[in-house]
């Protein structure tokens, strides 16, 4: 089973092109499923796969992504001659509920910014890490992965590298450069292998993504915060607010490098629903 998921892992990180976290999800459900059902995949059949599913008491969101690893699964391996059939055709996924992600006040956004402590390295690295989290709408891992080489200060803008390698250009303001600036004037010696790396830690290498996502909650604890947050919340927030302001739905998209508008839409499902509290809370016969 071990080398069917290895030559599985390297049809979706060479000819599908995934990110490696979307590869790392996928493999981890599949190798929850085989070791549940105590099967190899050839012998697998459509029972099996609802036998398992019935069996979760996960998410339908959850549940959702597990489904769309089998079906994924189970089409390589009939492509490649393993078996002549998909177990997972007919089976169909779960409804869901639109998702509305957590989304910042403006006003909270820059409490958490001011409460970094820049008067240390780490202070000045944390608050620019912050700064373009929510200036340029970065993933975690577009953020570990800049590069000082793909920020162009003058011109006022970087060069991102997202999804499947997909590079796009993203504006980045004032206040994120002065952030990063100031970061630079104390940034680590780096280890050789990160010299063009923007983001260190104390020993000149990469930084963890747990470290972002620990140092996120913290901050966001020290600013009073009291919301369930992540690094993702920051780009969440950066859309919602210049849909908010009034920006083209199709630029945010860019900015964001979603491939489909359909994904950037839900940020305008955000304001409304803002909106629609704002209404209700002043409302005289609110429930």
């Not at 050789?192 to 830690?201: A, K, S, T, W």
């Not at 969440?236 to 607010?241: C, I, Q």
Request: charged share 25%; with cysteine; hydrophobic share 40%.
């Amino acid at each position: 089973m071990d080398s069917e998921l290895d030559r599985y892992s390297y049809y979706l990180k060479v000819e599908r092109a995934m990110s490696p976290n979307t590869v790392a999800s996928y493999l981890s459900d599949l190798e929850d499923f085989f070791t549940a059902v105590a099967a190899g995949p050839a012998s697998v059949d459509k029972d099996t796969v609802l036998d398992y599913l019935s069996s979760r008491t996960v998410s339908e969101r959850t549940l959702a992504r597990e489904m769309s690893a089998l079906r994924s699964f189970f089409s390589w391996f009939r492509s490649t001659g393993g078996r002549a059939d998909n177990p997972t055709e007919g089976i169909e996924l779960p409804k869901l509920g639109r998702y509305l992600p957590s989304v910042l006040s403006v006003k909270e956004v820059e409490a958490i910014l001011s409460s970094v402590d820049v008067s240390s390295s780490k202070g000045l690295r944390d608050r620019a890490m912050l700064e373009m989290l929510y200036a340029c709408g970065l993933r975690v891992s577009e953020l570990l992965d800049l590069k000082i080489s793909d920020i162009f200060s003058k011109e006022g803008f970087i060069r991102v590298t997202g999804k499947g390698d997909k590079q796009r250009v993203v504006p980045v303001g004032e206040s994120a450069l002065d952030a990063l600036s100031a970061y630079f004037a104390e940034r680590p010696l780096p280890a050789r292998e990160c010299e063009d790396i923007v983001f260190l830690n104390n020993k000149g290498v990469r930084l963890s993504r747990v470290y972002v996502f620990k140092m996120v909650k913290a901050q966001a604890m020290a600013a009073g915060v009291d919301k369930e947050i992540s690094p993702h919340t920051f780009r969440h927030s950066f859309a919602t607010h210049l849909i908010e302001n009034g920006a083209d739905l199709r630029a945010v998209q860019e900015m964001l490098g979603h491939e489909s508008i359909l994904t950037t839409e839900i940020y305008t499902h955000i304001d409304t629903a803002t909106w629609q509290r704002n209404i209700m809370s002043h409302h005289p016969h609110k429930l």
